[in-house]
């Protein structure tokens, strides 16, 4: 049974069964090799494009937007998928408009968190992977690192709640950081401004807003000092 505490809003209330290794591994294992293979070939086509457009085809622009066009998928299939099967759950908090219920982990949940747990992780580690193949800096090397062990502390402890909301307000202005990148790559300076516009709001909106509201419930909850600052 669970010995640790349950905030107000219902989000920090530890897991109380894992899902089996089988499935655990079968979805980290599955989304992993399916986005670096997909990431290798499309890298590929970048670097090619690249050569190209060196020897001005500038018709292969396109593959330059293959990686950014990879990631912009995932991060709309996602938070479509956060935002339709979160918001209606008892412990979605209510300043994002979820009911806010202090309500105990049921096993589909929980499985269902796990399964999102172990795709999100997935995501994370392949994109580390190709940091190191394309030769990124050493800032982006510490944030994948840090982002993972973030994910797989929130997963050991037993806070998939508070971590699924985290990814919800992080992933969501990914989606218009990935789209400035691509139309910076086609050249369309009108539709880059709209966009920058967007991501400005997004960010100040979800990570600026919505993310120290939620960073404060926690502080406030029913949680013993100890978890709450393990959290934060």
Same mark, same amino acid.
């Given at each position: ?13 530890? *897991? ?8 655990? /591994? ?8 399916l ?19 060196? =020897? ?30 979160f ?29 999102? /747990? ?87 909106? /979800? ?14 909850s =029913?949680?013993?000092? *100890? ?6």
């Amino acid at each position: 049974p669970c010995t640790l505490g349950m905030c107000k809003v219902g989000f920090c209330v530890p *897991v109380s069964r894992p899902p089996s290794a089988m499935v655990k /591994y079968a979805y980290f294992g599955g989304t992993l090799a399916l986005l670096c293979g997909a990431r290798a070939q499309f890298e590929s086509c970048k670097m090619d494009a690249e050569q190209k457009i060196l =020897k001005r085809e500038k018709h292969s622009k396109l593959n330059l937007v293959l990686p950014l066009l990879l990631k912009f998928t995932f991060f709309v299939a996602i938070v479509a998928y956060e935002w339709s099967t979160f918001f209606s759950k008892p412990w979605f908090p209510s300043f994002m408009g979820g009911p806010g219920l202090e309500s105990e982990f049921d096993d589909d949940t929980n499985n269902e968190l796990g399964a999102f /747990y172990e795709i999100q992780l997935a995501y994370h580690v392949h994109s580390m992977i190709f940091s190191f193949v394309v030769g990124s800096k050493l800032e982006m090397h510490v944030h994948h690192f840090v982002t993972i062990l973030l994910i797989l502390a929130s997963d050991l402890i037993g806070y998939r709640r508070c971590g699924a909301i985290v990814f919800l307000l992080h992933d969501t202005p990914d989606i218009v950081g990935c789209a400035i990148k691509m139309s910076i790559v086609a050249g369309s300076l009108y539709q880059t401004l709209v966009i920058y516009v967007t991501l400005l709001i997004t960010w100040a909106y /979800y990570r600026m807003y919505l993310l120290p509201v939620f960073i404060h419930e926690v502080l406030h909850s =029913k949680m013993p000092i *100890v978890e709450r600052a393990l959290f934060v």
